[in-house]
């Protein structure tokens, strides 16, 4: 079987074909950010809003940003070419591959630059119709949440804390206040108000929570941006989850314990409603980018 086609560096070239230098920085300090586009039938969705947090997570850590936005948005359509139907592309750049080890961030490097296609997985019938478990742990990560960093170790362990007992997101409480899972953000659902955390420093911004909080806003959904408590979490009527790759999910057990009635509720329903439509719409569009 051929590898698949992946961009490194410029150029179009077969993934197994692809080396990086083991000074990287990137592998050598996880010094670098990365970005996950999904893709509907050929359409990647919020492309712009995606380069635009790549533009932020570079500017976060001091990293020039080896192209603009336009020019992200070509790249992927050139990989989404030897791609076709429902995929995520994976961006990562790094800081590039100095000649030593040092701390400090060297002058004058090149940045290096991946990007692959894997199929997107979109999260089962049964998901969607049942809801997930999830587990609540202390959020140990670092206070640069909103940097969409390669430096994943904590989200890792946060998430094996999960997928230790076979489920499937961990949710993160900081300081008695929810911030977000391991690799998604939260909302919760009390008497038909949805409240999402704050957009600060302790979460990464999703794209699809901003995308949610544009349909709530557009279907007269009542949604409230505020600190959640550790009480309000588990006192919630619904407790979903979002990311570009679950969209949006229904939590119906959290720490072994029904969430709400243990069944998806009325307003994830709705929610889920209005983002197949957008969703629907856009292919319906055919639009290379939405
Ligand atoms: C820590 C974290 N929070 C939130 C999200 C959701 O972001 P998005 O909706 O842009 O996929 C992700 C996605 O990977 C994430 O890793």
Redesign the pocket.
């Known amino acids: 079987m051929t590898a698949p086609i992946a961009h490194f560096n410029g150029k179009l070239t077969p993934l197994d074909q692809i080396s990086i230098s083991p000074l990287d920085r990137g592998f050598i300090f996880g010094d670098g950010i990365y ?2 586009v ?1 893709v509907y039938g050929g359409t990647m969705l919020r492309a712009r809003e ?1 380069f635009e ?1 790549l533009q932020r997570s570079c500017d976060e850590i001091r990293l020039q940003n080896p192209h603009t936005t336009d020019e992200w948005i070509r790249l992927s359509q050139e990989l989404l070419k030897h791609h076709p139907g429902d995929q995520s592309i994976y961006i990562q750049v790094t800081r590039g591959a100095p000649k030593t080890r040092d701390h400090v961030m060297p002058k004058g490097l090149t940045p290096t630059v991946f990007m692959m296609c894997y199929p997107r997985v979109p999260p089962t019938r049964e998901q969607v119709e049942n809801g997930v478990a999830c587990v609540t742990h202390r959020d140990f990560r670092w206070e640069k ?1 909103n940097i ?1 960093s390669t430096s ?1 170790l904590g ?1 890792v362990l946060a998430r094996q804390v999960s997928a230790d007992v076979g489920a499937v997101e961990t949710i993160l409480i900081r300081d008695g206040h929810v911030t ?6 939260v909302f919760v659902v009390k008497n038909g108000v949805v409240a999402a955390p704050p957009q600060d420093h302790l ?9 949610l909080v544009r349909l709530a806003s557009e279907g007269k959904v009542k949604l409230e941006i505020r600190p959640i408590t550790e009480a309000e979490l588990r006192a919630a009527d619904e407790v979903w989850l ?5 969209e949006v999910l229904a939590v119906t057990t959290l720490d072994g314990k029904p969430v709400g009635n243990g069944k998806p509720g009325g307003a994830f329903r709705r929610m889920h409603a209005l983002f197949q439509e957008h969703k629907a719409a856009l292919k319906a569009k055919g639009a290379v980018a939405a």
């Not at 979002?242 to 679950?246: D, E, G, P, R």
Request: with cysteine.
């Open positions: 970005e996950v999904p995606h947090r949440c969409k994943l989200n977000e899972a391991s690799a998604s953000n979460i990464l911004l999703g794209i699809t929570y901003e995308l979002s990311s570009s790759t679950k």
